[in-house]
């Protein structure tokens, strides 16, 4: 069996002020006065972020904290994949595996870590090609091969039963990991999971007007909010070039996702997500130059035909959790699985676990309590 080697992340004085230098010496952009948020991120804002980022975020601190959760690397199919491993305190507790979305990281989960550990020995992955589970070594990292990976690192760990809970992106990987595995999946909750119509006119028909509100997000989203898509899916490389050599434009592309897929009721992204957890965030992109890597599993599903052919329906549980940015429509989810927990939550948006993180901990138990 391939070996668990225990991780701490330990970023050096020397790229801490590489760091600060390089926000020092931003060249900053010009822009067309009172455009607000609509073209993009704005420079005042922006500046202000990285002027806090350089001089008043305590990195040492945040890399403390991610340090009091055990880590640990293993190699999968030629891919060094890191993970915190969070055992319950209850021997009988049920392994839960956790995948994330982009732009974020298993550092978004840490608002939940002890509400969940009461019920669950935690897995917390980090994603193929993000953070500690990059840079990517190979072509082909799929939502499949990602869930076929996940699921061997829960054999190496010894866990034969266990769930999965994904958000966004890592949505589509918990299901597929019910797909691959029914026999091991007990459950997969999912929050910020993506649901398309066919082609066929039933799928409109008799829909509620909380379901016709988030077909008009998902329209809204294909035809205002699709850019970073069209990059990452056609020319990663070329993107990671400018996000690979300047912090701020790291920051402002991964801010600005968190300026438009949380709760709205948030004015700036740091009203719905802690300021410093955002940071965190983001500088474990910066730190281990994965802004590239990151963004590759959006070319593979723009190149992997099977990616958008039509899967056999899981017989695992499924349990949805719903923000109010959510587009997520019950009856395109029942294709995926059986729908057996639906909850549409009063607050919180993509990022729900740093967002709202008792109504997240709160709604993952209660699905998995029921099965």
């Known amino acids: 069996m391939t070996a668990i080697r225990p991780f701490r992340i330990d970023i050096s004085d020397t790229d801490l002020q590489d760091l600060r230098d390089r926000l020092a010496r931003t060249r900053w952009t010009p822009e067309i006065p009172g455009q607000g948020w609509q073209r993009g991120v704005p420079v005042d804002y922006l500046r202000g972020l990285a002027a ?11 890399e403390a904290r991610l340090n009091q959760l055990p880590q640990f690397l293993t190699e999968v199919d030629g891919q060094t994949l890191h993970f915190a491993h969070v055992r319950s305190a209850d021997p009988a507790a049920t392994p839960l595996l956790i995948t994330h979305d982009w732009p974020a990281s298993f550092a978004i989960y ?21 953070g500690y589970s990059g840079p990517l070594t190979s072509p082909g990292w799929t939502t499949a091969r990602t869930a076929a990976a996940f699921h061997e690192v829960m054999a190496r760990l010894g866990y034969e039963r266990y769930g999965v809970q994904g958000n966004g992106g890592g949505a589509a990987t918990a299901v597929e990991m019910g797909r691959q595995e029914p026999s091991k999946v007990i459950g997969v909750h ?66 600005e996702k968190f300026q438009e ?5 948030a004015t700036l992204p740091e009203d ?18 994965t802004a590239g890597s990151s963004a590759n599993l959006y070319w593979e599903m723009a190149h992997d035909p099977s990616a958008w052919a039509p899967k056999p329906k899981s017989s695992v549980p499924l349990g949805v959790a719903l923000g109010v940015t959510d587009i997520t429509i019950q009856r395109y989810a029942e294709r995926d699985a059986p729908v057996t927990h639906w909850t549409e939550l009063p607050a919180g948006g993509n990022f729900l676990s740093a967002e709202e993180p008792k109504l997240f901990s709160d709604d993952v138990k209660t699905f998995f309590d029921a099965l």
């Open 272 to 289: 719905a997500v802690d300021r410093d957890l955002l940071l965190t965030n983001v500088s474990l992109y910066w730190f281990t130059g």
């Open 261 to 265: 897929w949380t709760d709205p009721a």
């Open 190 to 255: 999912v929050n910020g999971h993506i649901t398309f119509p066919s082609d066929d006119p039933a799928d409109f028909a008799g829909l509620t007007e909380a379901e016709q509100a988030r077909l008009g997000r998902l329209q809204e989203f294909r035809d205002d909010k699709m850019g970073f898509n069209a990059i990452q899916s056609t020319r990663p490389q070329t993107l990671a070039h400018g996000l690979h050599d300047s912090p701020a434009g790291q920051l402002a592309w991964i801010v």
């Open 52 to 62: 806090y980022w350089a001089g008043e975020f305590d990195w040492r601190a945040a």
């Open 110 to 130: 840490l608002p939940v870590v002890e509400a969940l550990r009461e019920r669950f020995h935690l897995v917390l992955m980090s994603n193929p090609g993000v």
